[in-house]
């Protein structure tokens, strides 16, 4: 059974609730530079500007902890729930492969 999450929040909300500002003296600027990257692209991270990629998972990894493949479940998640808020399904229909196959 796969558990699935109401409304996950963006990465960069969960990084900003959880590392930023539960702490008065860290900021985004200090993770930025931890991580080795520009502070605005570390900002479009936090504002859910941009998405979180692979090579930015790998940094969170070493730099936040947890793993990189746990980072990028997080955006996942993410991405397909608000897929599943855009996209339209009600006039689609499973394919019956089987019944394909008969009719070759």
């Known amino acids: 059974m796969v ?6 929040p963006h990465v960069g909300e969960l990084i ?3 590392y930023i500002e539960p ?3 860290v900021s985004a600027n200090k993770v ?3 991580l080795g990257v520009a ?3 570390f900002n479009r991270l936090l504002n859910g500007k941009s998405d979180l990629s692979p090579e930015m998972a790998v940094k969170l990894s070493a ?12 955006q996942e998640s993410y991405d397909l729930w ?3 808020q855009r996209v339209d399904i009600r006039a689609l229909h499973r394919m019956d492969f089987d019944e394909l196959a008969e009719a070759v």
């Open 3 to 8: 558990y699935q999450q109401h409304n996950p």
């Open 16 to 18: 900003y609730r959880t």
């Open 23 to 25: 702490f008065d003296n």
């Open 32 to 34: 930025a530079e931890a």
């Open 39 to 41: 502070a605005s692209t």
């Open 63 to 74: 730099v936040l902890g947890g793993s990189a493949e746990s980072w990028l479940r997080l």
């Open 82 to 84: 608000q897929a599943r």
